[in-house]
């Protein structure tokens, strides 16, 4: 019997790896039939991964950082933002902007509506005088 060449994911490694295929397959322009099969695998993670849904973007930003051992100065690079702009949206004192967001959701390849959702910011009385 032959050995399948896509399999269900199983875990990071093997999800990163079929990620950075559909990729590669889509900026060749064919094998379509792989393309949505890889996409239907990589659908089907993200939805059994999504115990994101019960955190909020901050929380899930932290995550991923502590999985990838980036400190916030790692992400103020990677984002292209100061570092006291990255403290002040660790420490909800400011939203996630759309190019952040779409910024992150390449970086860490997870869906852009993980950091796309609603979350309560710590307004200080001193920052609205």
């Known amino acids: ?19 950075d295929t559909l990729e590669h397959l889509i900026h060749q322009g064919n094998h379509q039939d792989e393309i949505d099969l890889l996409t239907l695998l990589i659908e089907k993670w993200d939805e059994e991964q999504s115990t994101l849904s019960d955190m909020d973007p901050i929380e899930i930003l932290r995550g991923l950082m502590q999985e990838h051992n980036l400190k916030a100065k790692d992400l103020a690079e990677l984002l292209n933002l100061s570092k006291g702009t990255i403290s002040k949206i660790l420490n909800y004192h400011k939203g996630l902007s759309k190019d952040s967001i779409r910024k992150l959701s390449e970086i860490f390849k997870v869906s852009q509506s993980a950091f796309n959702r609603s979350y309560r910011l710590n307004v200080h009385e001193s920052t609205l005088s």
Request: charge should be neutral; charged fraction near 20%.
């Open 1 to 19: 019997m032959d050995t399948l060449k896509y399999t269900i994911i199983k875990n990071n490694h093997q999800y990163n790896e079929y990620c």
